[in-house]
T-cell receptor, first 113, second 114 residues
Framework: DAGVIQSPRHEVTEMGQEVTLRCKPI?????LFWYRQTMMRGLELLIY????????DSGMPEDRFSAKMPNASFSTLKIQPSEPRDSAVYFC???????????FGQGTRLTVV | GENVEQHPSTLSVQEGDSAVIKCTYS??????FPWYKQELGKGPQLIID?????GEKKDQRIAVTLNKTAKHFSLHITETQPEDSAVYFC?????????????FGPGTRLSVLP
C-alpha cells in the first residue's frame, strides 16, 4: 500500500475562495482523521470518521469547514469561504481498530492570501 | 475530555547524550500512548507506543515508560544522533461510546548538536 495519500500537497488561494482537500486512506482502515497543524496551536483534531460515519466534529472551527467520507477510500475537507487564518498544514490519518498506529499522510500546506 | 501536556518544548543535546521528553494526561481511562516523530515537511510517524498494561517498552535506542497512577509517560532516546533531530509528539487515546481518537501534546523540538 502506498500509505495515506493527500492532495494537493500545496494550495495557494485567495480569501473567499472555496478550497477542497482530499485524502485516500490506507485500504482496510476503518478510522480516518483530519488534523490541522499550526505553530500556535500544534496538532488539532478537526474531525474523525469510523466506518465512513462522522463520530466527532467538535474540532471543526466553524461552519465554513465541512468534511465528508462518501466511501471507505476517499474523504474531503472543504473550506468555504476560506480566510487567511485558515492557513496551516492539514493532515489526514487513518487507522485500523482501537489502540493501533495511526498513519499520517504528507499533508496539504494551505496558504490563503 | 483528554488533555495532554508535554515538556520541554525545546531540547538541545550533544550527539551521544540522552534525551528525555515527558508527558502527562488527564483521563484515567486512556489506555494507549503513542509517540510520533515529525521531520521537516513530512507527516508525523510512529516511533514507539505503549499500552496501559505495560510499564516500559524498549526498541533499540528508544524507550517509553508509563506511570498510570501518576498519569505520566516519558520518551527516552539514548546515544542520540543528528538524525534524531525532529519534533516529537506524545499522544493519549480518548475513547467515547462511538470510537477512539488521539489527543496530541504540543510537541518537543529536539536538536542534536554534532
Amino acid at each position: 500500500d502506498a500509505g495515506v495519500i493527500q492532495s494537493p500537497r500545496h494550495e495557494v488561494t485567495e480569501m473567499g475562495q472555496e478550497v477542497t482537500l482530499r485524502c485516500k486512506p490506507i485500504s482496510g482502515h476503518d478510522y480516518l482523521f483530519w488534523y490541522r497543524q499550526t505553530m500556535m496551536r500544534g496538532l488539532e483534531l478537526l474531525i474523525y470518521f469510523n466506518n465512513n460515519v462522522p463520530i466527532d466534529d467538535s474540532g471543526m472551527p466553524e461552519d465554513r469547514f465541512s468534511a465528508k467520507m462518501p466511501n471507505a477510500s476517499f474523504s474531503t475537507l472543504k473550506i468555504q469561504p476560506s480566510e487567511p487564518r485558515d492557513s496551516a498544514v492539514y493532515f489526514c490519518a487513518s487507522r485500523w481498530g482501537l489502540n493501533t498506529e495511526a498513519f499520517f499522510g504528507q499533508g496539504t500546506r494551505l496558504t490563503v492570501v | 475530555g483528554e488533555n495532554v501536556e508535554q515538556h520541554p518544548s525545546t531540547l538541545s543535546v550533544q550527539e551521544g547524550d540522552s534525551a528525555v521528553i515527558k508527558c502527562t494526561y488527564s483521563d484515567s481511562a486512556s489506555n494507549y500512548f503513542p509517540w510520533y516523530k515529525q521531520e521537516l515537511g513530512k507527516g508525523p510517524q510512529l516511533i514507539i507506543d505503549i499500552r496501559s498494561n505495560v510499564g516500559e517498552k524498549k526498541d533499540q535506542r528508544i524507550a517509553v515508560t508509563l506511570n498510570k497512577t501518576a498519569k505520566h509517560f516519558s520518551l527516552h532516546i539514548t546515544e542520540t544522533q543528528p538524525e534524531d533531530s525532529a519534533v516529537y509528539f506524545c499522544a493519549a487515546s480518548s475513547r467515547d461510546n462511538y470510537g477512539q481518537n488521539f489527543v496530541f501534546g504540543p510537541g518537543t523540538r529536539l536538536s542534536v548538536l554534532p
